[in-house]
Every structure is written in structure tokens, then in C-alpha cells.
């Protein structure tokens, strides 16, 4: 079974654009969560999908949104970016949301931001 | 919120002794306690998990314990070996309200040969 994959593996942007990322669940797996991975910060939880439908948020800015396809894949967007969103985007997939299933990360988007 | 506190940052020991990491949560609503092992460069890996209904689980040269009264719970690795060496991460969640997996700070394991 294939794992997730996320979309592009590197991109390099400048501050005040925007960004698109992409993420494709295991087969299967309905619930897509999203993390920003930082040196300084760990892994910070962004918000998670399910059914096409937001469940959770974490304390990120509005400029940080997200949503799901019927088919379970999952786009984040980051708009007006800021040197400071530099960071590697972890997506995490699995079959339900919450403490029913086991999550498994996709090898993450790093962003840099100049 | 949940507030989950890593320990110790970094950690080296001699190949072939043991390693702890141990965390402590502050939601006592927590029930499920993953930890994930990150590789350089790689994605972070499921390498073993507890849920609140026991109090230790292992697999192979890697267990896990749980004391939900203080609210900790501790990686074990035994008989490391090189290929230990990575950055490990504990995470909790709860299904009771906001349901998102709160991560640890990491802990840099270094196996020295």
C-alpha cells in the first residue's frame, strides 16, 4: 500500500507571496492533519480534516488555511508569506480522526521563504 | 490546551546500554501516547504506542511506560545500536474536546559506537 505523499518535496518563495501544498492519504484514510516542523518550535499542530470538513485548529494566523476533497487529499495554503513560515510541512493521514487509528506522516514540503 | 514536556533535549550513550526519554502531559484526558522516531532528513516514524488502558507495552528492544496518576510516560531503548540514533518524539491526544496530537519537544538520541 502506497504511503502519503505530499507535493512539491521543496519549494523556495519570497515573502508576501502565497503557497499551495498538497497532500495524499494512505488509500483508505479519510482523516489529513497538518504540522509545521521547525528547529525552534518542534512540531505544531495546524489543523486536521475529515469528510471534506475542518475538526480541529491550532493557534496558526488566518493566513494559514486549509481543505479536503471528496477523495480524502488535502491542500494547505499559506498566503502573504513572512520569513518566519520557513519551515518543513508535515501531513499526516489515517483512517479516522482522533485517538482511533494510528497516524503516518508523508516526507513533508520544505518551504523557504527569502 | 495539552502541554506536553520532553526529556532530556539531547542524550548520548555508549552502544549496546540503554536509553529513556520521558515525558509528562498536563490533560489528564489524555489516552493515547504515540512516540516517533525521525531520522535525518526523513519523516517522523510510529515506532510504538500506549493507550490508558495498560500500563506498559514493548516490542522487541523498545518499551513504553505509563503512569496516568502523575501523568508520565518513558521510552525505553535497550541494547542500542547505531541505528538508534535519531530524534524521538512523544505525543499525546485525547478524544474527549479538541482531539489534535500534542508533540513533544524531541530528544536528540546519539548512539556512540
Known amino acids: 500500500k502506497a504511503g502519503v505523499t505530499q507535493t512539491p518535496r521543496y519549494l523556495i518563495k519570497t515573502r508576501g507571496q502565497q503557497v499551495t501544498l498538497s497532500c495524499s492519504p494512505i488509500?483508505?484514510?479519510?482523516?489529513v492533519s497538518w504540522y509545521q516542523q521547525t528547529p525552534g518550535q518542534g512540531l505544531q499542530f495546524l489543523f486536521e480534516y475529515f469528510s471534506e470538513t475542518q475538526r480541529n485548529k491550532g493557534n496558526f494566523p488566518g493566513r494559514f488555511s486549509g481543505r479536503q476533497f471528496s477523495n480524502s487529499r488535502s491542500e494547505m495554503n499559506v498566503s502573504t508569506l513572512e520569513l518566519g513560515d520557513s519551515a518543513l510541512y508535515l501531513c499526516a493521514s489515517s483512517r479516522n480522526p482522533g485517538i482511533s487509528d494510528t497516524q503516518y506522516f508523508g516526507p513533508g514540503t520544505r518551504l523557504t521563504v527569502l | 490546551g495539552e502541554n506536553v514536556e520532553q526529556h532530556p533535549s539531547t542524550l548520548s550513550v555508549q552502544e549496546g546500554d540503554s536509553a529513556v526519554i520521558k515525558c509528562t502531559y498536563s490533560d489528564s484526558a489524555s489516552n493515547y501516547f504515540p512516540w516517533y522516531k525521525q531520522e535525518l532528513g526523513k519523516r517522523p516514524q510510529l515506532i510504538i504506542d500506549i493507550r490508558s488502558n495498560v500500563g506498559e507495552k514493548k516490542d522487541q528492544r523498545i518499551a513504553v511506560t505509563l503512569n496516568k496518576t502523575a501523568k508520565h510516560f518513558s521510552l525505553h531503548i535497550t541494547e542500542t545500536q547505531p541505528e538508534d540514533s535519531a530524534v524521538y518524539f512523544c505525543?499525546?491526544?485525547?478524544?474527549?474536546?479538541?482531539?489534535?496530537?500534542?508533540f513533544g519537544t524531541g530528544t536528540r538520541l546519539t548512539i556512540i559506537p
Open positions: 505525543a499525546a491526544i485525547s478524544n474527549f474536546g479538541n482531539e489534535k496530537l500534542t
Open positions: 488509500s483508505g484514510h479519510r482523516s
